[in-house]
């Protein structure tokens, strides 16, 4: 009976109550959601340590294949980092408080797909957060931009490395040092956001394609996710080289066996994630 009572207790301990984001999963999709609206879902110490503590529960559940990110309200995904924190800072304390893991890392390294849902202002660290997404997808409100310059600093979340390998030097560094803003249809022109959708359209438009991906197999959806993350990494051939690794290691697991299975018998595949 205390053995009982001591494990309960333990679990209500570990379980964390937030109190700056949202997180629903339902039919294998997880939505976390920043939910500091009257900031504009700013991101700051506390939200940062929520979407961590997230991000590892979703990584061992095996009701999540597919993780949704967007803001609360509709005025923004994420404004960017809560600036108030910046006051005092010196560039000791500043590194001080970079010197742990670091949610754009966190994402970027998660093992199943990750989709920002743009859904009006995505500047600076909400860029940064969904540069290190998988896939984007912006309401044609969102307004997206690095406009840290204008604050006399730089991008500091990964936003001159990211941005710079998915649209280029020239418009990463022109982007960068005008702090300039572009609209949704600028940033698909550049390749910056996959699509984009009327804003009352967009909760469904992307979960209609999260909900597609989530059928799939789990361990094959994090193979290709790590091949291609590696294209960005690493020369082509040792590029090439981890692909065929990759490639084999699906050949052992179960969900390759089925895929097979239903394809010569002309049947939708049922993926177990094993």
Same mark, same amino acid.
């Given at each position: 009976m205390l053995n009982e009572l001591g494990q309960g207790f333990h679990i209500m301990r570990t379980r964390?109550?937030?109190q700056n984001i949202l997180l629903d999963t339902r039919d294998r999709i997880s939505v976390l959601t920043i939910n500091r609206p009257d900031k504009r879902n700013a991101l700051n110490d506390a939200t940062?340590?929520?979407i961590l503590h997230a991000l590892d529960s979703l990584e061992s559940s095996p009701d999540s294949r597919v993780l949704i990110v967007t803001g609360a309200g509709d005025k923004a995904f994420i404004a960017g980092a809560d600036i108030g924190e910046f006051e005092g800072r010196t560039s000791l304390t500043q590194r001080d408080t970079m010197k742990g893991r670091r949610i754009f890392d +966190?994402? =970027?390294d998660f093992?199943?797909?990750?989709?920002?849902m743009i859904n009006g202002f995505c500047l600076g660290g909400g860029l940064e957060f969904a540069l290190a997404c998988d896939l984007r997808f912006a309401g044609d409100n969102a307004k997206l931009g690095q406009p840290e310059i204008n604050l006399g600093i730089i991008p500091g979340g990964?936003?001159?490395q990211r941005l710079t390998r998915l649209v280029g030097e020239g418009k +990463?560094? =022109?982007?960068?040092?005008t702090g300039d803003l572009i609209n949704a249809a600028q940033a698909k022109e550049l390749g910056l956001v996959n699509d984009v959708f009327v804003i009352g359209e967009l909760q469904d438009r992307v979960r209609a394609l999260a909900a597609r991906i989530a059928e799939k197999s789990p361990i094959a959806l994090q193979m290709a996710k790590e091949a291609v993350k590696t294209a960005s990494r690493t020369n082509l051939r040792e590029g090439l080289d981890r692909e065929t690794d990759l490639f084999c290691l699906t050949?052992?697991?179960e969900d390759k066996a089925e895929g097979v299975r239903a394809f010569l018998e002309k049947r939708k595949a049922n993926f177990k994630g094993r």
């Open positions: 964390m109550v937030y940062r340590n929520e +966190a994402v =970027e093992p199943k797909p990750v989709i920002a990964g936003g001159t +990463a560094m =022109e982007l960068i040092l050949f052992g697991s």
